[in-house]
């Protein structure tokens, strides 16, 4: 396939979710993270920033979030808020982003 020089503004990745259950181990889940394209320069900016305004700045939508009584969640600042502040969430939608950005190499 050949590479386009014009790119979408945007593309949905999945993050996974860790969290501690009782006892031991994690429960993983998932959601839908829509991040907004950026290039070398705004990289390089984004670096500098904590993960919470990383993730502030690139994610511009989510899916496939669901509240207490299984109801879907939408995108707007306060329900972002909201998920932001459990560590976890914060944690993977971040590994989402910055694992989009490069392909790693596979081992053989």
């Known amino acids: 396939m050949a590479f386009k020089l ?3 503004p ?3 990745v999945t ?8 006892g031991d181990g994690f429960d993983e889940s998932s ?4 991040f907004k394209r950026v290039n070398f320069d705004e990289l390089d ?3 500098k920033k904590t993960q919470k305004e990383v993730v502030k700045e ?6 496939e979030l669901l509240d207490e009584t299984n109801q879907p969640v939408p995108f707007n600042e306060e329900n972002l808020d909201e998920l932001l502040s459990i ?5 993977g939608i971040a590994e989402a982003f910055w694992s989009s950005i490069f ?5 053989n």
Do not use: C, G, M, N
């Not at 993050?15 to 009782?22: N, R």
């Open 15 to 22: 993050a996974k979710i860790f969290t501690p259950k009782d």
């Open 31 to 34: 959601l839908k993270v829509k």
């Open 87 to 91: 560590p976890q969430a914060l944690q």
């Open 58 to 63: 690139v994610l511009v939508d989510f899916s």
């Open 103 to 107: 392909k790693a190499k596979e081992k």
């Open 6 to 8: 014009a790119q979408k």
């Open 45 to 47: 900016a984004l670096r």
């Open 10 to 12: 945007a593309y949905t």
